[in-house]
């Protein structure tokens, strides 16, 4: 009897190989759209600092000629903007100003965090919620409060009155705290605290702590609070056109725009290289503290 064997054919088990897929068919399809939209952002961006430049050099210096591309270089805004006005008055006002009041500030903010972070003490949640609710409230609220106090202040003791740098500093420190305790406290929530303990052990006190061992810990953090009030105070307007009224005591913000209000057209171009110019200690300071910046903003909005 013979057996009849079905000669079937040998299926490989082993899968197939894919091929590789091309470079072309792996590119994004909408990756155009992404630099087209970067493009117009960039423009959309550097618009308005080339229009001011060119304004700031354009010989005609008004409104009514400023091209998108002057016609020739000249620095005779910069003479009509220091001959009509104490330009550099101002310049050295707004410095006094915003440096002092930022260096200030951060003091009042890392004191007020530190205690909120490391002490335990009755109303401490509740003291870090009405600071949070503060903020929610414009300060235009306070100003009517301020000027009389400081009309009346002024009578008494003129050195912090209206038309001084000492008294608009006061008046700008009534505000900071705020959210600066909550962006320092993060980070001194980062800090390990068996620093503070095993300094407690060697009879180290709470003010020896904080200022020979957190507080160089915490630099990039109060890199970034210092800037951030700097530039704060360095560009506000409202309080100070209302509390500086000479005009040799006036800051950039408030001298800049009476020059602007006197004749919007013949003073255009002083304008512009007036703000050219106020616009160096910004630009200085993020080129000289972006990486502390950076990385106290992340680590200080951690927790």
Same mark, same amino acid.
């Given at each position: 009897?013979?057996?009849?064997?079905?000669?079937?054919?040998?299926? %490989?088990?082993?899968?197939?190989?894919? #091929?590789?897929?091309?470079?072309?068919? *792996? *590119?994004?399809?909408?990756? =155009?759209?992404?630099?087209?939209?970067?493009?117009?952002?960039?423009?959309?961006?550097?618009?308005? @600092?080339?229009?001011?430049?060119?304004?700031?050099? %354009?010989?005609?210096?008004?409104? %009514?000629? /400023?091209? =998108?591309? #002057?016609?020739?270089?000249?620095?005779?805004?910069?003479?009509?903007?220091?001959?009509?006005? #104490?330009?550099?008055? =101002?310049?050295?006002?707004?410095?006094?100003?915003?440096?002092?009041?930022?260096?200030?500030?951060?003091? @009042?903010?890392?004191? !007020?965090?530190?205690? $909120?972070?490391?002490?335990?003490?009755?109303? *401490? *949640?509740?003291?870090?919620?009405?600071?949070?609710?503060?903020?929610?409230?414009?300060?235009?609220?306070?100003?009517? !409060?301020?000027?009389?106090?400081?009309?009346?202040?002024?009578?008494?003791?003129?050195?912090?009155?209206?038309?001084?740098?000492?008294?608009?500093?006061?008046?700008?420190?009534?505000?900071?705290?705020?959210?600066?305790?909550?962006?320092? +406290?993060?980070?001194?929530?980062?800090?390990? +605290?068996?620093?503070?303990?095993? &300094?407690?052990?060697?009879? !180290?006190?709470?003010?020896?702590?904080?200022?020979?061992?957190?507080?160089?810990? @915490? /630099?990039?953090?109060?890199?970034?609070?210092?800037?951030?009030?700097?530039?704060?105070?360095?560009?506000?307007?409202?309080?100070?056109?209302?509390?500086?009224?000479?005009?040799?005591?006036?800051?950039?913000?408030?001298?800049?725009? &009476?020059?602007?209000? !006197?004749?919007?057209?013949?003073?255009?171009?002083?304008?512009?290289?007036?703000?050219?110019?106020?616009?160096? #200690?910004?630009?200085?300071?993020?080129?000289? $503290?972006? +990486?502390?910046?950076?990385?106290?903003?992340?680590?200080?909005?951690? +927790?």
């Amino acid at each position: 009897m013979s057996v009849i064997r079905d000669a079937a054919p040998r299926v %490989n088990d082993a899968p197939t190989p894919t #091929p590789p897929v091309k470079a072309a068919a *792996r *590119r994004d399809p909408y990756a =155009w759209a992404r630099y087209l939209a970067i493009a117009l952002a960039l423009v959309f961006a550097l618009f308005p @600092i080339w229009f001011i430049v060119a304004a700031a050099v %354009n010989p005609a210096g008004n409104l %009514n000629t /400023t091209q =998108w591309l #002057p016609n020739g270089l000249s620095l005779g805004n910069y003479t009509d903007l220091t001959d009509a006005r #104490p330009f550099w008055s =101002w310049y050295k006002n707004t410095l006094i100003i915003a440096g002092f009041g930022s260096a200030f500030a951060v003091f @009042i903010g890392v004191c !007020a965090a530190y205690a $909120f972070s490391r002490l335990r003490f009755i109303g *401490r *949640r509740p003291g870090l919620m009405t600071l949070l609710l503060i903020q929610m409230f414009p300060s235009l609220l306070t100003f009517v !409060a301020l000027l009389r106090m400081f009309g009346s202040l002024g009578d008494v003791i003129p050195q912090i009155g209206f038309d001084t740098a000492a008294g608009l500093i006061l008046a700008y420190l009534g505000g900071a705290m705020g959210g600066n305790v909550w962006l320092l +406290k993060g980070y001194f929530d980062t800090v390990p +605290k068996e620093l503070d303990e095993a &300094a407690k052990v060697d009879g !180290a006190s709470h003010a020896r702590i904080f200022f020979t061992i957190t507080l160089p810990l @915490i /630099t990039p953090i109060l890199v970034t609070v210092g800037m951030i009030q700097f530039i704060g105070l360095f560009n506000e307007f409202l309080l100070a056109s209302v509390f500086l009224r000479d005009v040799d005591s006036q800051t950039l913000g408030v001298g800049l725009n &009476a020059l602007l209000t !006197a004749d919007r057209n013949k003073y255009f171009g002083a304008f512009c290289m007036g703000a050219v110019l106020a616009s160096a #200690p910004i630009v200085l300071l993020y080129l000289a $503290f972006q +990486k502390q910046l950076v990385g106290g903003l992340t680590a200080g909005s951690v +927790k």
